[in-house]
């Protein structure tokens, strides 16, 4: 079955630094891949997806790239905000209902 | 985006006691949900998906006795921890796909359990 790994597992940044995080996963046949956005006590929210079909995405301050060869994709966040700290989810699964496999997250703080 | 609702969002209950946990699409119809766990500081772990009109798929390690699943309507499944325990102490997260857009997942606002 698909294994997502993600990294760093923490993440701190100075307020209007960039943030990257990275993720791996292994089923080649995985062709959607979404990050969320958990603030603590409160649901994952959906912030940005990438489809198998193209290699980078943005939106705003947000943007994510896909390495198919490699299996690798990453979140980027530019100009980075105090509100921006959170724990970041990458996952990733075949599209049609079927689970996705979520990475161990990463905490971002973003110091001020 | 579409909203998903769980309810209860918050419930403490005595060792041995069944909790039920819904989870409701409320503007679409999603014929799969699923259903996580998250425990402190820690990743979503799946535990079942939920398919309209048929028996769940429980992941390995997770008992489906324990762990009771029904998706009777095409905007509710209901999760029911039966005999809990301490351990079973936990927030449990569903989320639910449209038909039609079936990649994205929508996430209810969770459901605190705590087993006294």
């Known amino acids: 079955g698909e294994n997502v790994e993600q990294h760093p597992s923490t993440l701190s940044v100075q307020e209007g630094d960039s943030a990257v995080i990275k993720c791996t996963y292994s089923?080649?046949?995985?062709?959607?891949f979404p990050w969320y956005k958990q603030e603590l006590g409160k649901r994952p929210q959906l912030i940005i997806d990438?489809?198998?079909?193209?290699g980078e995405k943005k939106d705003q301050r947000i943007a994510v790239t896909l390495n198919k060869t490699a299996k690798h994709f990453s979140l980027h966040i530019t100009e980075t905000q105090p509100e921006d700290s959170a724990v970041y989810f990458c996952?990733?699964?075949?599209?049609?209902?079927?689970?996705?496999?979520f990475g161990k997250g990463t905490r971002l703080s973003v110091i001020a | 985006g579409a909203v998903v609702s769980q309810h209860p969002s918050r419930v403490i209950c005595k060792s041995g006691t069944s909790v039920k946990i819904e989870c409701r699409s409320l503007d679409f119809q999603a014929t799969t949900m699923f259903w996580y766990r998250q425990f402190p500081k820690q990743s979503l772990m799946l535990m079942a998906t939920?398919?309209?009109?048929?028996?769940?798929?429980?992941e390995q390690g997770v008992e489906k006795d324990k762990f009771l699943i029904n998706h009777a309507s095409l905007t509710l499944s209901t999760l029911t921890v039966t005999s809990a325990h301490p351990e079973d102490s936990s927030f449990y997260i569903c989320?639910?796909?449209?038909?039609?857009?079936?990649?994205?997942?929508?996430f209810g606002p969770g459901t605190r359990l705590l087993v006294l």
């Open positions: 990438i489809r198998s079909n193209v």
């Open positions: 939920s398919n309209e009109g048929s028996k769940a798929t429980y």
């Open positions: 989320s639910a796909s449209q038909q039609g857009a079936r990649e994205t997942q929508y």
């Open positions: 996952a990733a699964n075949i599209a049609g209902n079927t689970p996705l496999v």
């Open positions: 089923d080649s046949a995985s062709n959607y």
